[in-house]
């Protein structure tokens, strides 16, 4: 019984920063722009979380400075991609690297010492019950923000004009400019509040996750987050679901000694992202499926005319 909550409090948690990551990149392609900076802006989110309990700075201030400094990363990509029409996977892929660059920058006095931790809530009697305290009432507070979030957005996207809008913008946006909509500004926002989701899934992976500073602390997880849209079909709840998949599988490669699996280290770190490769390429297959959700107008510069 101990093993399994470790598993699914280690899968919850370590699916967090993943479905943060995920859920902004999927409000940035719902309105029709692909943004693949997401690595570097959560190294960035990193990064600054991070130096900024490391000066002593209280948790909550330095969650929203990582994230703000994420939007601002995406401020560079939203220039860029849409007011000069610069290729939107070329600019995303330059601040993945400018985003790794940048950590690295801040993270080289860090050294190895850990920092403070966010720290879990503690739910009166509930925290304390056997099995269910501690599968569901022993978590900080980001991780049920993080579920919380994916209901928020799913209702937005599905119940409120605005996400009728945006929908709208990502399928056509000559339609959605003909009839007055704003589609710059709101594909604008959207990167930024992408950025801004980006930036705290990074600062959760330093602040809670791995509270030591390590150099490209994401380990590919921003990667990850843009191939959660795709499995999700851009669907907020799948997002979770992906995430959660992701996190497990990272989990069972760190209790794969524990479950008494004699296979080597090595393959057992591969395993979340084989695994995620798999998934993709059975979800790739049905093609009914993916067009059903995919943004038509995805990747694809747009200018109104004036």
């Known amino acids: 019984m101990n093993l399994f909550i470790a598993i699914f409090t280690g899968t919850l948690i370590a699916a967090t920063p993943l479905i943060f990551a995920a859920l902004g990149e999927l409000i940035v392609e719902k309105s029709g722009v692909i943004n693949l900076g997401i690595e570097g802006m959560m190294l960035v989110g990193a990064s600054v979380a991070f130096y900024c309990i490391y000066a002593g700075l209280p948790m909550p201030v330095a969650i929203v400075l990582a994230s703000l400094a994420g939007a601002a990363s995406s401020f560079l990509f939203a220039v860029l991609a849409l007011f000069f029409l610069a290729n939107q996977y070329a600019v995303g892929l330059a601040l993945a690297i400018f985003g790794a660059g940048v950590s690295a920058f801040i993270g080289r006095g860090f050294g190895s010492s850990p920092i403070e931790t966010l720290k879990s809530l503690h739910f009166p009697v509930l925290s304390d019950l056997p099995v269910v305290g ?16 994916s209901l928020v957005v799913a209702w937005f996207l599905y119940r409120t004009r605005w996400g009728l809008t945006l929908r709208v913008i990502g399928e056509s946006p000559a339609t959605a400019h003909a009839i007055g909509y704003p589609v710059i500004k709101i594909r604008f926002f959207a990167i930024l509040f992408g950025g801004l989701l980006a930036g705290l899934g990074g600062a959760y992976l330093s602040v809670a996750y791995t509270p030591v500073w390590i150099e490209n602390i994401t380990a590919g997880k921003g990667w990850i987050a843009v191939a959660l849209v795709v499995f999700s079909t851009w669907r907020p709840m799948r997002v979770v679901v992906g995430a959660w998949l992701f996190g497990g599988m990272t989990i069972l490669q760190f209790q794969g000694q524990a479950l008494g699996l004699t296979v080597p280290s090595e393959l057992l770190s591969a395993i979340p992202y084989i695994s995620t490769i798999v998934v993709l390429v059975i979800i790739s297959r049905n093609r009914a499926l993916l067009a059903a959700h995919f943004p ?4 694809k510069p747009y200018m109104p005319n004036q």
């Open 296 to 299: 038509a107008s995805l990747a």
């Open 134 to 149: 501690p599968l569901l009432f022993k978590f900080d507070i980001l991780v049920y923000f993080a579920l919380a979030l």
